[in-house]
């Protein structure tokens, strides 16, 4: 087993083990979690397009434990066209939650998590990476949840200084900022059952402190300035479907401030869904 994912492994026989101990109140259940498959027309990941011009699928498995604020997630992602092999990059994730001043106008939810992105198919661990982020969001500083401010702060660092070969090193050491506000609104529904249906609306600007996300991608390119990097808009909207079923469509648009990072503006899709047990 890769040294890298010892810890991870910890993480993950601890948060069963806490399962395992949560009381089950009125018969509820121990964890929450969900199961989400998402096709990408284009997988756009920070301003970076991670398999150039083409489409690409996610599957995330997502845990919980009520009342602790403890999660645990992976996702995998996968190029859908050949010659992206090495590219394929599985994301672990711990992380904890919390709110603070809940229910007044100076409520703060956060969020603290570890991400290891491990790629099972490059050798020698020289291209996987490591991220801490902590990520706070305002949900009643506009007098209400329609309206919401958020801030990321990312750090990122490789899991070896050598290169071996790949261009990764310490091209991925640096930071991350990312300002983001959220907007709900509501339309009429598509069915009798659904009289409304809640459109999301997200954008995001994103600085970047010269982090070069592919750089252990074939074509991953050169130096990456420290700059504002891209600017994103998205819509995305949840359709409930019978046994627990959520599908996501969702659409979003990128003006690349920064060519370092991408040389050029993207429009693109995606399509998700969801189970959650």
């Known amino acids: 087993m890769k040294k890298g994912l010892v810890p991870l492994v910890i993480i993950s026989s601890a948060l069963a083990s806490l399962a395992s101990a949560q009381p089950r109140m009125g018969g509820g259940n121990a964890i929450n979690g969900s199961i989400e498959m998402t096709y ?16 690409a699928m996610q599957v995330t498995a997502d845990v919980t434990l009520p009342g602790t604020g403890l999660g645990m997630s992976v996702d995998v992602h996968r190029a859908n066209a050949g010659g992206f092999e090495n590219g394929e990059r599985w994301d672990y994730n711990p992380y904890y939650e919390g709110s603070l001043n809940a229910g007044s106008q100076a409520a703060v939810d956060y969020r603290l998590g570890y991400t290891y992105y491990n790629f099972p198919d490059q050798a020698n661990e020289t291209a996987d990476m490591h991220e801490f982020h902590a990520i706070v969001s305002l949900p009643n500083v506009a007098g ?11 750090k990122m660092w490789p899991q070896s200084s050598t290169t071996g070969g790949s261009a990764v090193g310490g091209a991925v050491s640096g930071y991350l900022h990312i300002l983001m506000l959220n907007y709900e609104f509501e339309v009429p529904g598509y069915s009798l059952d659904t009289p409304e249906q809640t459109i999301r609306l997200h954008s995001e600007l994103i600085y970047n402190d010269g982090v070069n996300l592919v750089a252990n991608l074939p074509g991953g390119g050169g130096p990456v300035d420290h700059d504002w990097s891209n600017f994103v808009v998205g819509a995305a909207t949840d359709i409930v479907m ?13 003006v690349t401030l920064d060519r370092s990072v991408h040389g050029s503006d993207e429009l693109w899709a995606t399509l998700g869904a969801k189970f959650r047990f």
Not at 144 to 154: E, S
Request: charged share 10%.
């Open 242 to 254: 019978p046994a627990n079923i959520v599908l996501t469509p969702a659409v979003n648009y990128q």
């Open 40 to 55: 990408q027309s284009l997988y756009m990941w920070r301003g970076f397009d991670v398999f150039p011009n083409k489409s």
């Open 144 to 154: 209400g949840p329609k309206l919401v401010p958020a801030y990321a702060l990312i």
